[in-house]
């Protein structure tokens, strides 16, 4: 029997209703869970969160008064072979709802690879193909996990499994990505933790190169750049209280959970003294990453790093260093590890001023007169790092109602490796034996959008171009289009930059000075379309990406675009699904899902670590 449940008078009193779960909240929602279910020690929590209380209780909520606490659990019976999704009440102590998971898996944990990797380094068929590679020491052997996906083996939906991609490091800091020790898979049954079984898909040579990129491992080093102080006297222009955040006009909330990592709360902008919201949350959904290539057990490559690993629990602590400079405000985080333990992160969410050169600027000559005012941006950004890849989620608020989203793309690639002569087919050579394949990432953005109030419509706008004609006598005749989008049949949209589309979430009810709906537009970025053929098991598993946009009426339950439990998920019930639900959405709570793409052809000036490639989109008044 596990300890009893702590009573609510040992919790902290929240401070506000989207207030993350503190350790003695993760605590207690754990100890309840395992009283109540008659958990063993061998079974493991994936998810510890914050069940976000209605928008009316948090619109609603006064400082000091008291808040009803829900958390989300989702717990991994591994004696059982099951696992379960569930709502704890930190305020009664009970659980008050409980059901099986069905038609996927929870995301691998931390800890479950770690098991992996001790079980793996002491079976004899893996250390047998690591000898045909000319490998005895285990300690040079750097292992990752890679989710299974579903390719229709009934082991996939049945059971829940893991494969282990390997490396090569002559030293623990060396950078394994580059090395690959291919062809050799093992697959563990993760709930049992058996070596099922060991694949090998033939000999290939270990990349020579060793691509070390620290600092510590460069024979020179460039002549330092001359110093730029950046720095703010009189302090920062923020003001922090817990967190909520004050900047200029703006005033928002941040979070930070397992899945999502960083997540912005009940944005608004104060006009003329009026406070006006724009956004109610905004986080990521889902980052897709799938690969080209066919070689090996390569085909199954596509990662999704929110639904299969769980990108909060990938965040890096900026204690450990920071990209930004300036006056910095930082906010921890804590989440539960595998065992229901809360776990800080220090330093998890950054936040600080830049300087952005011009705003706007107007000279007149005649008058002799010059005005211009400088940019100025709030940024708010957490840093990821999934296996190889180094994420940067980065918000950008400014000075004239702008929001920005920016995705920064680092890190190491993710390579095979090849024979000598050998040239890949779907990859890049990017060093010698070295396959970077190619690749694509789809962030999915959610924004529940609230512009001046939740009963919003979405508008699509594009360029109105007519003939040469009566009308048009010269050709030069072009104008605006707007189609109301009117219910989820139509909402899945496309970006076509020729005719300049967008979309605007317009507030019907609300009047600028000149009559018109107030409203936003969501300017799309550069962008991708799906490199997966329609119908193979990748697009079955990620349907959203079809559509650069999708808008949905508001579900508090519709989190995910590919769905809750993505790992070894055939596909949904996701987007295209709610979708199909066909509900109108005009004068409605709407939520908008802008997928962006980027197409990754390696170059070999990406190796040995990958200069930052930016992907965004931008709202604007
Ligand atoms: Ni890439």
Known sequence: MAEAPA?????PHAAHPLEPLCAEEIRAAVAIVRDEQNLD???LFETVELREPDKAVVRGFAPGQDVAREANVVVIDRTAGRSYAGVVSLSTGRISAWRPIEGGQPHV????????????KADPDFLAGLRKRGIEDVDQVVVEG???GDFGAPEESSMRLLRLHLFYVEAPADNPHVRPIEGLVPVIDLNAMTVMRVEDFGVRPIPPDPGHYRADDQPTLRQALARLDITQPDGPDFTVDGHAVSWQNWSFRVSFNQREGLVLHTLGFRDGGRERPVLYRASLSELVVPYAETDGDHYRNHS?????????????SLALGCDCLGEIH???TVMADGHGEPIARPNAICMHEEDYGVLWKHSIARSATTEVRRSRRLVVSSF???GNYDYGIFWYLYLDGTIEFEAKLTGVLYCGALDDGETPRWGQIVAPNLNAMIHEHYFNIRLDMSVDGDENAVVEVEADLMPTGPDNPYGNAHGVRETVIESEAQGARDIKPELGRYWKVINPSRANRLGGPTGYRLMPGANIKPMHQPGSPFMKRAPFIAHDLWVTAYDADERFAPGDYVNQNPGGPGLPDWAAADRPLADRDVVLWYTMGVLHIPRPEDFPVMPVEYVGFMLKP
């Open 109 to 120: 944990l931390g800890e479950e690879l770690e098991e992996a990797e001790r079980l793996v």
């Open 304 to 316: 999704f790093d929110l639904g299969e690993a769980g990108i909060g629990n990938c965040v890096n």
């Open 41 to 43: 020690g061998r079974a």
């Open 7 to 11: 009573l609510q008078e040992d919790i």
């Open 146 to 148: 890679f989710g299974v």
């Open 330 to 332: 930082y906010f921890d």
């Open 384 to 386: 990821y790092t999934v």
